[in-house]
């Protein structure tokens, strides 16, 4: 059995910040006041920290985020205050929390005078061979440049750079977390909320889009910065969590490239090719019925002219119908469930290369249980009770469920 030095108490996916979160805030106080006797692991995406501006300091996001929820600030002061500990490892919505500063704030918030009681791991925990970690490092669209380089609100994952970007800016939060959207499925929302504002919210996404776009393109430097810089680190936090250099390098191998490292990723990601696709439909259309009218009134008196319009039209618009059949008859939604499989996948391979006898991981927001791999789904978004994971000293683990208060 895995053994660990103490009992843990592990969730994932809380999601809280200054616009929202109350209500789980209040049922995730109510359950650490349940077990003062565990190590409460918090395993990312606690904070929705990407809701702001990449401009605004970590310490002072990491303040606004979690200041108003004063029941569970309340609840976690008093777990840390005597022997118990709390340990986070950031997802990408809270990557900032490893930000130094992020962690002194942190420390100064819980009134933790011990550094040990309360600690911020960039990549992973483990406890005896208990492995924890968010799992956004596996799914391209929200992994990070590196998991041991400095976060970069700049140049981060594309699932983070647009809620970062363009949810937070246009008050968009009702596509916050909607991964699973295609680009006809975000337009038709977009109308069906805001109607005739839609067209303006529409064109701030499609600029938004562009700019990641671009950036793919020409921030090369700053993705070789970040390995780099990643890879310094790597024996340090090896030694740090009793793992073999050579087990973080097999499990480096297999990571997925972040969709927001390739230019051609990107671009498909969002749908650009079915944009243009679109858009030649759309214009080949215009095209006939402007070249229909234009003849029907004499506006066009060379046979000719209405025939090279006329051709033109048919052209875009079969060159964009017939675009849009295939690709969307070969994968209507790139993103579908995939991460489900990737995280099942990944969590094997940590197993094998670290000899972890249970893997532990959140972010899809999918439960899964597995003899030695257990995704705890979203605490803060459940489809049924709040999922939690208890580990007790001898490595024996039991999933619960906490019922909202």
Known sequence: MPFVSEPLLIL???????????????????????????????????????????????????????TPHVTLVEALRDHVRGPGRLTLVPGNHDACLNDPSAVLQLRRLLDAHNDQNVQVLPWFVRRGTVHIEHGHLYDPD???????????????????????RFVAPNGAFCFAHQNQMTMAAGIAKAFAEWGPRAPWVIANYMHTALTLWAEATFKKGTVSRAKRQGEYRLAAYAASQDVLQAALDELLSHVPSPTHHSSRDTFYRLYFDRVFAAFSLVTGAGLLASAGLAAALGALPLVSSAGALSATGALLSSLGAGYLTVSVSKTKNRYGHAVIKQLEHAAGTIARATDAELVVMGHSHVEVEQPHYVNLGSFGFPRQGRPYLLVDSTGRHEKRWQASA
């Open 142 to 164: 929200c992994a990070p440049n590196h998991p041991l380089a400095d976060p970069n609100p700049s140049h981060e994952g594309l699932g983070n750079a647009l809620m970062r």
């Open 12 to 66: 994932s996916d809380v999601h809280l910040s200054r616009r929202y979160g109350s209500e789980v805030a209040r049922d995730l106080a109510q359950l650490v006041r349940q077990h003062p006797d565990c190590e409460i692991l918090l395993a990312g995406d606690v904070l929705d920290l990407t809701l702001d501006p990449a401009a605004v300091p970590a310490d002072a996001s990491v303040t606004s985020a979690l």
